[in-house]
């Protein structure tokens, strides 16, 4: 290996990676399903670009082991070698030499030698491809192929050429010169063709031309003619439509000016006929004959008062000219023409200064489409300028039957300018561009007032600043970018995390600021000075105005800090969202791996349908994952011949799914083995002195299956390579609960067993209600509260023991939350007669949790927590608040189960209050 | 019996928002949003009116109008935010075979389709329906 620079080197491993990254999955797809012929030539290519890298490097070993892969994959481009399983082995065994040979490169320096046997065999089987079978190719559709009128271009010529021969002819049914005899037939000829070729269209204005008569002929051949010109016009083939026009331009023209003239004449007094006398002249004038434009502008002038004078002057110079045999004044017409237009479009279109002001706050006019008067008038208000801006507000659609009455409501209340529809982030939205005098905040505040059940309202003011919106230019649109090579910057992940994390810490100060003016006493102890002095010392009172200014200045300064220290905060999380297949990539090689190892069949299917995710998600999520999968294949798939016994096909099939409800993420694994047998379980929980066999005796099956959660459980008798320490299941279930999500498990004996975990989408920001203990600062999660209330101590009863609270006509039981926690016991605060209470559900059990006060709703970042305290049950993480007060974060499920657990006997089912 | 409508739009939150509003007054019979689909539903289900939402298409909706005229007998009528009259893009839509043209007024997804442009699509689809 030459010294090449650091720089290339690295250049050469992010670029192979993504070489490698790119053809495994199409080679163990293929395994299950003929890849087509551009998954071949994508495999194909990989193997030559990791070819030529490796000779830039000289890194000559890799380069000859990727020329023999890519010889290979020559022949089986060409369709001289079938890509059987055999060849797929190989090509697998290629890849894993490519990785190994470019580590040793990279890591070392190293240039090795790939094996000789595996270049041998591919060497083998590149020459022994000769007379071998074909490749059986899945039929691909053309890429980037226009819809076509038909297949076969030799096909839309040959009917073009009698278009050609016929057309011409026809004009004698509608009053012109020629043969009727041989019109009919040619007719019959065209009509054939026309239905051959699926023309509906043009056949059933051929067969209408067929049956009409009188003044009726003529509107019938000219909608023939046109459609025959669209053909043309799409195909770029002559169809002889000039010809034809030319055979029939009496009539026509005498149409047109009879059509005109009526329209002319009844414009004004019968506006039902007007519209159809208008079709009527623009199918004339879709023929092709001059200043036919008229025709398609009087059409747009119906119903509109102000331009119906030029219209209909325009009008009857239009019938005029044709009267006269086009001895007119054509510049007259073309004339008329341009005033029309011109009045049509007046308060239609972006004057200079607007187009001007939304090209400066980064806004393509083009793109805004052509607006009707009201919403111009709208954006225009952005030139009186004052406090207006102009704001871009993204907000989540409801469920669809929800969305008419939503959007009308939004339109009538906030009136924008402009509305798209989008899909930020995958969840379907509506984008409203509106000029308004409300800050951002008080904005987001009115809309959240008005759909309470957004899942998300963002607010952004256009300021110039690129941020990816619907009518953003096209150079710094995220989606339409041309090449997406050349609008992207590739920056190491370590810079990116040390970015991160100062953000981070910057969010966290402000946060802190923010705490120390929302709760601050200074405000109210400068009332209360100045009510003291206004009696005592009046002399002060300007003093104390003074200091009120400046502490109500610093809030304001402070809050508009916070909200951009925020946005910037928002912005770097956005930044770390990466693709969830990064992850499910990892897992196809595992699996045929293991199962070959183990002698199983298994299809395994991953679909992460293009979701997204934090990076740091990702990291928490590969292993639970890894530990998943390997479990089912350890404990659920049976082997070939116990399913086959059992008539389950001899193939099984895991599947990794993933779905995005809002802001949350579900990722499914499912198999069709032998689901979980309960009883096995929970003798083995006792075997393994987890739980006592009475007590086992006492548990639903879902609480059974949670023993497969429990560090050191397993039911494996043997202990494989992959499986059966009884380590993994305990490893996913806190990484999980560390991501703030749960497990649930549902299993059909015989049929297979799907783990579902349900997790936030966003682990790192958190909407929590915070409150205390005597003791300790606790966020309750949002999505577990229902009800956050203050209520009197004389309101707690006991229900068969258990202390339960009534609340809107049902008892809830009730616990403390430092008793359910064991945080220790302070002195309390609280003198009055007044308990806190949170009420939350989790697991359809409702209860109430007793706290010394309630805080406050919060936005939190959730930091990394240490694996003791995630173990800690009913703590799912921590985070600060402030400069140092540490915020124990509770963990939904498990806080659920402690409740469960020290419910008093007697009180399983909430009993309903007396009606 | 309801008017046979075929719907076809490429923007999915507008087409199920078009699809509910107008399966009050039509039967809809056919929906694509892709330009192969649309031909091919066109093409094959007998309908009284094809709607179009010309927005956000790759290729040019005026081609799809064309084309659309072409391979089925019903009428076409054309919903476009780039629709005002005196316009190119009313202009292009009429002379390529729509129907007729209804502008959507303000951007590309109209806020009122239960009175505003959803009554004025009834009005024009039942309009260019009748003899």
């Known amino acids: ?915 | 019996m309801s008017p046979r409508l075929v719907l076809i739009g490429c923007e999915p939150v507008l087409h199920d928002l078009l699809a509910e509003r107008l399966g009050e007054a039509f039967e809809i019979v056919g929906r694509a949003s892709s330009a192969d689909d649309a031909l091919l539903v066109v093409r094959s289900t007998p309908a009284d009116v094809v709607l179009l939402d010309t927005d956000l298409w790759k290729t040019d909706p005026a081609a799809l109008v064309s084309k659309l005229a072409l391979v089925g007998a019903a009428p076409v009528v054309a919903l476009s935010s780039r629709a005002a009259p005196g316009g190119k893009g009313c202009d292009a839509l009429l002379g390529a075979g729509a129907r007729a043209v209804v502008a959507k007024g303000a951007g590309q997804l109209p806020l009122d389709l239960i009175e505003g442009v959803g009554e004025a699509l009834v009005a024009t689809l039942t309009r260019v329906i009748s003899p």
């Open chain 1, 1 to 915: 290996m030459s010294t090449a620079s650091s720089e290339l080197i690295e250049q050469f491993a992010i670029e192979t990676q993504e070489h490698l990254d790119a053809i495994e999955p199409i080679l163990l797809q293929a395994e299950w399903t003929p890849p087509d012929k551009p998954a071949i030539a994508a495999l194909f290519r990989a193997f030559h670009s990791i070819k030529g890298l490796s000779r830039l490097i000289e890194l000559r070993g890799l380069e000859t082991l990727a020329n023999h892969a890519e010889s290979l994959l020559g022949e089986v481009r060409a369709e001289r070698q079938a890509l059987d399983s055999k060849v797929l082995a190989l090509l697998l065994e290629a890849l894993d030499g490519i990785r190994l040979l470019r580590e040793q490169g990279i890591v070392n320096g190293i240039d090795s030698q790939p094996p000789q046997e595996l270049i041998a065999a591919l060497d083998a089987a590149t020459r022994g491809s000769a007379g071998g079978p074909a490749v059986a190719f899945a039929a691909a559709p053309a890429a980037g192929a226009e819809a076509a009128l038909h297949d076969d271009h030799d096909t839309l010529v040959y009917f073009a050429e009698m278009l050609v021969e016929c057309l011409p002819n026809l004009a004698v049914l509608a009053g012109g010169e020629g043969d009727a005899e041989q019109a009919a037939d040619d007719l019959d000829v065209l009509m054939v063709a026309a239905e051959r070729l699926q023309l509906n269209g043009l056949h059933d204005r051929l067969a209408r031309l067929g049956e009409a008569s009188g003044p009726a002929r003529i509107h019938r051949l000219a909608a023939v003619l046109a459609d025959a010109r669209r053909f043309g016009r799409l195909t770029g083939l002559d169809v002889g439509a000039d010809a034809a026009l030319a055979e029939a331009a009496v009539p026509l023209r005498r149409a047109m000016s009879e059509a005109a003239g009526a329209l002319a004449d009844g414009i004004a007094s019968d506006p039902v006929a007007a519209v159809a006398l208008a079709e009527r002249l623009v199918g004339l004038a879709a023929v092709g004959l001059e200043d036919g434009g008229i025709a398609v502008l009087a059409l747009q002038s119906l119903g509109n008062v102000a331009v119906q004078e030029p219209a209909v002057a325009a009008l009857r110079l239009l019938a005029a000219n044709f009267a006269s045999d086009g001895v007119g004044a054509p510049d007259l017409l073309s004339m008329a023409a341009e005033h029309l237009r011109d009045v049509l479009l007046v308060g239609r279109t972006f004057s200079a200064p607007l187009r001007k002001v939304l090209e400066d706050r980064g806004i393509d006019v083009e793109l805004l489409g052509e607006p009707d008067t009201a919403s111009l008038v709208q954006l225009a208000t952005i030139l009186e300028g004052g406090q207006r801006k102009l704001v871009a507000v993204t907000l989540s659609l409801p469920p669809k039957n929800d969305r008419p009455g939503l959007l009308r409501r939004l339109g009538r209340l906030f009136q924008p300018a402009l509305a798209q529809a989008s899909a930020p982030t995958g969840i379907e939205a509506v984008v409203l561009l509106m000029v308004t005098s409300r800050s951002t905040a008080g904005l987001k505040s009115d809309i959240l007032g008005a759909y309470t059940d957004a899942v998300f309202v963002d607010v952004h003011e256009f300021d110039g600043q690129a941020f990816e919106h619907p009518w953003a230019p096209v150079r710094s649109a995220a989606a339409g970018s041309g090449g997406i090579a050349d609008n992207q910057v590739r920056v190491p992940v370590e810079i990116l995390d040390r970015l991160f994390g100062r953000i981070g810490e910057f969010f966290g100060i402000s946060s802190a600021l923010n705490v120390l003016m929302v709760d601050s006493q200074v405000p109210m102890v400068l009332h209360r000075l100045a009510d003291h002095l206004a009696s005592t010392a009046p002399e002060l009172l300007p003093s104390i105005e003074l200091l009120q200014r400046q502490q109500s200045d610093l809030s304001q300064i402070e809050a508009e800090v916070h909200r951009l220290v925020s946005l910037v905060h928002e912005a770097t999380l956005g930044l770390r969202v990466i693709p969830l297949d990064v992850v499910f990539n990892r897992f196809p090689r595992m699996i045929r791996e293991i199962s070959k190892a183990q002698g199983k069949i298994i299809r395994f299917e991953a679909r992460a349908e293009g979701i997204k995710v934090d990076k740091g998600m990702t990291e928490l999520l590969a292993d639970p994952l890894m530990h998943m999968l390997r479990n089912a294949i350890d404990h659920g798939i049976e082997s070939p011949d116990e399913r086959m016994a059992l008539n389950k096909p001899k193939v099984a099939s895991i599947r990794l799914s993933a779905i995005q409800n809002g802001n949350r993420i579900t990722v499914e694994i499912a198999d069709d083995g032998r689901g979980v047998d309960a009883e096995r379980v929970r003798r083995r929980a006792v075997s393994q002195g987890l739980i006592t066999e009475a007590e086992s005796q006492k548990l639903s099956k879902d609480q059974i299956y949670r023993f497969i959660f429990a560090a050191g459980f397993s039911t494996a008798d043997q202990v494989t390579e992959t499986s059966g320490r009884g380590v993994g299941m305990d490893v996913a279930l806190i990484n999980v609960s560390r991501l703030g999500g749960r497990i649930d498990i549902q299993t059909i004996p015989g049929q297979g067993t799907t783990f579902r975990l349900d997790m936030p989408l966003s682990a790192a920001m958190q909407t929590v209600l915070l409150a205390e203990t005597r003791v300790q600062t606790v966020a309750f999660p949002e999505r577990m509260v229902v009800e956050a209330a203050t209520v009197p101590k004389s309101a707690v009863q006991f229900v068969n023991g258990q202390r339960a609270i009534l609340m809107h006509d049902r008892f809830l039981p009730l616990f403390r939350l430092a008793d359910l926690l064991h945080l220790p016991e302070g002195p309390s605060e609280q003198a009055g007669e007044d308990l806190a209470i949170v009420v939350v559900t989790s697991k359809r059990f409702r209860y109430g949790v007793e706290v010394e006060r309630i805080l406050r709703r919060h936005e939190m970042l959730i930091r990394e927590t240490h694996p003791r305290i995630a173990q800690l049950p009913g703590i799912g993480g921590v985070s600060t608040l402030g400069t140092d007060r540490i915020v124990l974060v509770v963990d939904q499920d498990g806080l659920t189960d402690l409740a469960r657990g020290a419910i008093v006997p007697g009180m399983r089912a909430v009993p309903r209050a007396a009606e």
